[in-house]
Nanobody
């Protein structure tokens, strides 16, 4: 069973930065998609950022220009650099990896941005 373990969440003031990490127990070299999603209380899970087929990236409208997704194939890591954080970025952030029909999620890491 593939495991994804997120880390790096926490409490930060508005305008601050955080870097989330996702350790994947299987090689991500051939992954079709690597992504970060988030879910705030009472809201649906939404896309934050995604790398598709190792080539293109896609960002949610609310984070474009502030967040950057990256990968380290050698270490099987996926990162999310978050800058200029806003209170509305407060959510549980989930890592996601897909190989064809196989989808895997991490357990989530809480990010709280205070105003």
């Amino acid at each position: 069973q593939v495991q994804l373990v997120e880390s790096g969440g926490g409490l930060v003031q508005a305008g601050g930065s955080l870097r989330l990490s996702c350790a994947v127990s299987e090689s991500i070299f051939s992954a079709d998609a690597l992504g970060w999603y988030r879910q705030a209380p009472g809201k649906q899970r939404e896309l934050v950022a995604m790398i598709i087929s190792g080539i293109s990236t896609n960002y949610g409208d609310s984070v474009r220009g502030r967040f950057i997704i990256s990968r380290d194939n050698a270490e099987n890591m996926v990162y999310l650099q978050m800058r200029s954080l806003k209170p509305e970025d407060t959510a549980v952030y989930y890592c996601h990896v897909r190989w064809g029909p196989r989808n895997y999620w991490g357990q989530g890491t809480q990010v709280t941005v205070s105003s």
